[in-house]
């Protein structure tokens, strides 16, 4: 089961920013918070991941509240481009698996970038 | 960076034949990579994870023997659906990671048709 909850649907308007919450109340201290999004009939693409501080590239900023217990992507000037499905997961490391977490997928957040 | 590739990008198949999906990481070795299927309107399942060198690791409900994983090298794994079914028709996504982090790195998906 994913171990995160995010709103189905969002909209926003193109050139504004585009704040997609993500709430994870049961995340464990070792265990990290990624993000990436899917357009339509693709691969997921990764966005940015964060352990605790606040984190930005180039492609957008996360942050991470101090309870660890939810989080916020942003995407400071969405295009159209940026319309897809955004998935919040939480990263646990498998037991005998090696050093990578297994990414668990939720239903994530439908954002509709509008002209 | 961090570009996985996956071959064919489509495939349509008879009931009961056998197809074979190459997953490949074309500019990182992957230690660790992964194999989803999604439905359509749904989200990413994992289906296994394999360490280069070492048998996959089916999650709970996947057929091992129905789903044949091979990851014989650092930069490609293989999987092979064996006797076909039009149920089988699915999206298939690989991802790939180095295994000094947890981030993944995804194909861009395989669509398979089974008629």
């Known amino acids: 089961d994913a171990k995160t909850t995010q709103p189905p649907s969002m909209d926003c308007a193109e050139g504004r920013a585009a704040n997609l919450p993500c709430n994870h109340s049961?995340?464990?201290?070792?265990?990290?918070v990624y993000w990436y999004r899917q357009i339509h009939s693709q691969g997921p693409q990764y966005i940015i991941h964060?352990?605790?501080n606040n984190e930005t590239n180039e492609m957008a900023s996360l942050i991470i509240t101090e309870d660890r217990k939810s989080s916020t992507l942003i995407l400071p000037h969405a295009t159209l481009r940026d319309t897809a499905v955004y998935y919040c997961?939480?990263?646990?490391?498998?037991?005998?698996?090696?050093?990578?977490?297994?990414?668990?997928f939720g239903q994530g957040t439908t954002l509709q970038v509008k002209p | 960076g961090a570009v996985v590739s996956q071959h064919p990008s489509r495939v349509i198949c008879k009931s009961g034949t056998s197809v074979k999906i190459e997953c490949r990481s074309l500019?990182?070795?992957?230690?660790?990579m992964f194999w989803y299927r999604q439905f359509p309107k749904q989200s990413l399942m994992l289906m296994a994870t394999?360490?280069?060198?070492?048998?996959?690791?089916?999650e709970q409900g996947v057929e091992k023997d129905k789903f044949l994983i091979n990851h014989a090298s650092l930069t490609l794994s293989t999987l092979t659906v064996t006797s076909a079914h039009p149920e089988d028709s699915s999206f298939y996504i690989c991802?790939?990671?180095?295994?000094?982090?947890?981030?993944?790195?995804f194909g861009p998906g395989t669509r398979l048709t089974v008629l």
């Open positions: 991802s790939a990671s180095t295994g000094t982090t947890d981030t993944q790195y």
């Open positions: 049961t995340i464990s201290g070792n265990e990290y």
């Open positions: 964060g352990l605790k």
């Open positions: 997961i939480v990263s646990f490391r498998g037991q005998g698996s090696g050093n990578t977490g297994k990414l668990i």
């Open positions: 500019d990182f070795q992957a230690t660790t």
């Open positions: 394999s360490n280069e060198g070492s048998k996959a690791t089916y």
